[in-house]
Nanobody
Framework: VQLQASGGGLVQAGGRLRLSCTASGGTLSSYTTGWFRQGPSNRREFVAGISWNGTYYVDSVKGRFTMSRDNAKNSVFLQMDTLKSEDTGVYYC????????????????WGQGTLVTVSS
């Protein structure tokens, strides 16, 4: 499956962005899907994920970010509200045949990143 992420940009702190990830060559609802971000530390951090048994978020984004899926569009989305400067980074969507959402090494398919910059 190929993944195409979009929606990044420059926004002021407190603002909002919506990231999209559209799949081709496979049915995204058949996969565990996740959003990860890579900031100045260069470490790829789990942000949110959807598996067969629920939707999960890293603690730092709970209450601010919402991940959703539209099966008709073969897409997942990440609505990011009340953005903070520490949310800055390159955001990647990924898909896995497994069921664990948090570990990036468990994902076989990755989209290209989309840059989110939050100015303070």
């Amino acid at each position: 499956v190929q993944l195409q992420a979009s929606g990044g940009g420059l926004v002021q702190a407190g603002g909002r962005l919506r990231l999209s990830c559209t799949a081709s060559g496979g049915t995204l609802s058949s996969y565990t899907t996740g959003w990860f971000r890579q900031g100045p530390s260069n470490r790829r951090e789990f942000v949110a994920g959807i598996s067969w048994n629920g939707t999960y978020y890293v603690d730092s984004v709970k209450g601010r970010f919402t991940m959703s899926r539209d099966n008709a569009k073969n897409s997942v989305f990440l609505q990011m509200d009340t953005l903070k400067s520490e949310d800055t980074g390159v955001y990647y969507c990924a898909a896995s045949r497994g069921s664990r959402v948090g570990n990036p090494s468990g994902y076989e398919f990755w989209g290209q990143g989309t840059l989110v910059t939050v100015s303070s």
